[in-house]
Structures are given as structure tokens and as C-alpha cells.
């Protein structure tokens, strides 16, 4: 059985930082898989945050550069997502996605490319 499970979320300050983790189940980290991280607010659609690519490159949105960073340990089947400076924008639920590709190095920011999803972990930050 496929699965991702998120955790880490909570309530924070501005300001304050929070460290997501996304624990698959069923696959195994290979260099086949794209990873990401995506959010989505109330009344908006879910957009990418943060994606690794199947050799471990991180590629961000614009809203967090130099603010988050996505982290995998392969061992662990777990991917993180370190966030720093947070503001009340950064609000959201927390999903982690993943798709398992055929060519070592694909990936996209596109949410509906991904296929194996997670529950999600809510974010508030006031």
C-alpha cells in the first residue's frame, strides 16, 4: 500500500521556523521518484513549494526562496521541509506528493503531475 504521512505542523509566530517531514510507505526513494512539497489556503488552489527531482536537486517557488528548504534521507524513505522566516502568508495545508518517473532527473512544479499524495499538516503562522 502507497502511502505519505506529514508531520511537523503547528502554529508559529512570524518570524519563527518549522521543520515538515513526509515518511513514505509501500515505494522506496529511488532515482525515479520526484519529490515535492505543495500548500493551499482557504478559497485558493494548491501551488508547488518546494520539489526534488529524482538525483536530489531542489527546485523552489518564488514566495520561498531563500526562506525553505527541501530535504530528503533516502535510508529513511523521509523528505523534510525546513522553513524559516515564516509569515502569515506561508498559512496553509502541507501536502507532500511524489511521482515516479522514467527518466532519472524529470520534474515539475505542477501539482497535478504528481500522483501518490499525503493527508496533509496544517500551517498557521500569525
Known amino acids: 500500500h502507497v502511502q505519505l504521512v506529514e508531520s511537523g505542523g503547528g502554529s508559529v509566530r512570524a518570524g519563527g521556523s518549522l521543520r515538515l517531514s513526509c515518511v513514505a510507505s509501500?515505494?522506496?526513494?529511488?532515482?525515479?521518484?520526484?519529490m515535492g512539497w505543495f500548500r493551499q489556503a482557504p478559497g485558493k488552489e494548491r501551488e508547488a513549494v518546494a520539489v526534488?527531482?529524482?538525483?536530489?536537486?531542489?527546485y523552489y517557488g518564488d514566495s520561498v526562496k531563500g526562506r525553505f528548504t527541501i530535504s530528503r534521507d533516502i535510508a529513511e524513505n523521509t523528505l523534510y521541509l525546513q522553513m524559516n522566516s515564516l509569515v502569515p502568508e506561508d498559512t496553509a495545508m502541507y501536502y507532500c506528493?511524489?511521482?515516479?518517473?522514467?527518466?532519472?532527473?524529470?520534474?515539475?512544479?505542477?501539482?497535478?503531475?504528481?500522483?501518490?499524495w499525503g493527508q496533509g499538516t496544517q500551517v498557521t503562522v500569525s
Open positions: 506528493a511524489a511521482h515516479q518517473t522514467s527518466v532519472g532527473g524529470t520534474w515539475s512544479l505542477d501539482p497535478t503531475w504528481y500522483d501518490i
Open positions: 509501500g515505494f522506496t526513494f529511488s532515482s525515479y521518484y520526484a
Open positions: 526534488t527531482n529524482p538525483r536530489g536537486l531542489g
